[in-house]
């Protein structure tokens, strides 16, 4: 027994722990990455997952904090986390994409990652960022208002991560060494799920689809990613309107609506208020598709919205009748356009009014030669994809350290403005090789440190196979200035843009035929990637990489490398075989 001193003593003890841990806002985390058993689909297969779930583990911070990720690889090759989302201000050190910013921890090894909040608030997410990883390497990144502050809305009763993701049968480093290897379309997943939880529209799934379980009255802030491989989603809860407040770590202006439309790399923050009828109700994540190649998983993944009470509960749960159809264009575009910054005094903007650098960025699907017509795509040549007509190759040692040492040979500085030729982008006929075959290259753009950049990606309909991109930035939240349909008019359509209000996000739909404009300021020095967040589109080579130079004063310049980084010996496929898309030395 404790005297009553002793435990006044204690609770006095475990006050000041409080206060201490408070103010000091340092988290350490353990990841331990190896290969595991999971069960889904009426098979077991092998996964490499962080700490044996999959999803992985949810990181809870509050706004501005700094996290220390020490990430033990037990796995069979090298793999690399990015913090999506998260800017590292003069800190690409930790950022984690392969070959851009860091050379893959190898198997056997850890590294240990220094994650810097700053500006974030809301949800964003980890993962892998070596290959095709990402597919069950991922978990939700939490980031909670300051201590003293609080939420721009009520504060909801309870939250809810939701994660989405891919689940493929097959082993995902397999099937892309595959695609890589023959040239051809990669092979679409075999579902999607929720938490991990296909649901129960799929075989052998109906026990364990994921339940939400409710109670009447409460109001539930749900903190929804995207991790699928390849394909954006609508979501939809069968009679419950959502009230998104949040889009990749920022909040936007309270919009109500019966389904929303996430891309991967995107997230969103959604309200939803338990006030129906006590029952189980389907949240559905959907895919959206609006290509024409029509190449992509035609099936939908649930989870239960489940009220607790007394009732009897129904034979099945409520279906949606409010979830838009695979194909609706209609219905994505509406939803994304109406987004706004909420843009008050607590969560202001600083939208760039003027413009430094202008870029015109063709986003589109290509193809190269392959020898004697030897791939497995169209005509015998090899599927790629590219910005301005470059098929981005990673060289084989990291950018950020041949840029940081000053190593000339792994990347050159002039990517273009502009693209090579300008004509209807979004025409039927763009068929003939002078249009369809892609050249290769590393090419950078280089930035001058608080540049206001803008860029206006265009998407393409080359080889009629325009589709919706989700381009994703790392190191920046952008704002969205404007989108719209067709090839971008220069003199007509800046008019459109909303220099007031426009949502801040790193992710933006470019949408099918049609353009997208953001604006951000290059406040931020390092090596920073830029890339489609469907994996195929990235492993094809739609990506490149923004170099922001130094400013000239302490705050402006780069942080000083960790004391150890992985080294650059060996590819993260299979030991030292390079890629395929990998420059040759
Ligand atoms: C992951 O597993 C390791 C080893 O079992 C453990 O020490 C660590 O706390 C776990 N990390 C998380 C985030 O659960
Ligand atoms: C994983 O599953 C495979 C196939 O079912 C089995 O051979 C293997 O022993 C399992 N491994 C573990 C660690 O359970
Ligand atoms: C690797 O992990 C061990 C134990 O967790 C730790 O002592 C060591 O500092 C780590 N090394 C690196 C490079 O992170
Ligand atoms: C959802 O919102 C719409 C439009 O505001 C409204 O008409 C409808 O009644 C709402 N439905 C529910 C279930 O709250
Ligand atoms: C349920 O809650 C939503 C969000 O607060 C509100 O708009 C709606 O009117 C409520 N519906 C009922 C039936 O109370
Ligand atoms: C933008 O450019 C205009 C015209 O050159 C100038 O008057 C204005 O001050 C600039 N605004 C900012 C924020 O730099
Ligand atoms: C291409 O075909 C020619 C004629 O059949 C053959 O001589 C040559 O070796 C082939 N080249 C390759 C790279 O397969
Ligand atoms: C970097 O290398 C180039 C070419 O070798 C040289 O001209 C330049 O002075 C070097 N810069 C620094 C900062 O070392
Ligand atoms: C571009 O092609 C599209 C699709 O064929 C067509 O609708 C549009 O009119 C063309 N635009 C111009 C400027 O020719
Ligand atoms: C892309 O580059 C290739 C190789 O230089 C060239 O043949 C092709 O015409 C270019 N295509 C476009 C649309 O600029
Ligand atoms: C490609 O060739 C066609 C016909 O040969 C021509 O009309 C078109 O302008 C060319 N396109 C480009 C981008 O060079
Ligand atoms: C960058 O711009 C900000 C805002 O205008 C300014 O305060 C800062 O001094 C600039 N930094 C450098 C290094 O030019
Ligand atoms: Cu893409």
Known sequence: MYSFSELLGLLVLSEILLICMAQNNVHYYDFVLKDTNFTKLCATKSIFAVNESFPGPVIRVHKGDTVYVNVYNQGTYGVTIHWHGIKQPRNPWFDGPEYITQCPIPAGTNFTYQVLLSSEEGTLFWHAHSDWTRATVHGAFVILPAEGTTYPFPKPDEEQVLVFASWYKEDVMTLLDEALRYGGLTTLSDSYAINGEPGDFYPCSRDTTYRMSVDYGKTYLLRIVNT???????????????????????????????????????????????????????????????????????????????????????????????????????????????????????????????????????????????????????????????????????????????????????????????????????????????????????????????????????????????????????????????????????????????????????????????WATIRFIASNPGVWYMHCHFDRHMSWGMDTAFIVKNGGTEDSTLLPPPAYMPPCESDSLYGVRPSIFQKKE
């Open 228 to 514: 699928v491989q390849n394909t954006e989603m609508f979501f939809a809860i069968a009679d419950h309107n959502l009230t998104v407040v949040g889009w990749d770590g920022s909040y936007v202006k309270p919009l109500v609506c019966s389904y929303i439309m996430i891309t991967p790399g995107q997230t969103m923050d959604v309200l939803v208020t338990a006030n129906q009828s006590l029952g189980h109700y389907y949240m559905l994540a959907s895919p959206y598709f609006d290509g024409q190649a029509d190449d992509f998983d035609k099936s939908i993944t649930s989870a239960i919205f489940q009220y607790n009470g007394n009732y009897t509960p129904p034979s099945s749960p409520v279906y949606p009748t409010n979830i838009p159809g695979f194909y609706d264009i209609g219905a994505a575009t509406f939803y994304t356009s109406s987004l706004r910054s909420l843009a008050t005094p607590e969560h202001p903007v600083d939208v760039p009014q003027n413009v430094s650098t202008r870029m015109y960025i063709a986003v589109s699907i290509n193809m190269m030669k392959c020898p004697n017509a030897s791939c497995a795509g169209p005509d015998g040549n090899r599927l790629s994809s590219g910005l301005n007509n470059i098929s981005f190759a990673n060289p084989s040692m990291d950018i950020l350290q041949a840029y940081y040492r000053n190593i000339s040979g792994y990347y050159d500085t002039n990517f273009p403005n502009r693209p090579p030729h300008v004509f209807n982008f979004t025409s039927e006929d763009l068929l003939t090789d002078n249009v369809t075959i892609s050249d290769q290259g590393t090419r950078v753009k280089v930035l001058d440190y608080n540049a206001t950049v803008e860029i206006t990606f265009q998407g393409t309909n080359i080889m009629n196979s325009g589709e919706n991109h989700p381009m994703h930035l790392h190191g920046f939240r952008f704002y969205v200035v404007g989108t719209g349909t067709g090839n971008f008019d220069k003199e007509t359509d800046p008019l459109t843009y909303n220099l007031v209000d426009p949502p801040e996000a790193n992710t933006v739909p470019v949408p099918k035929d049609g």
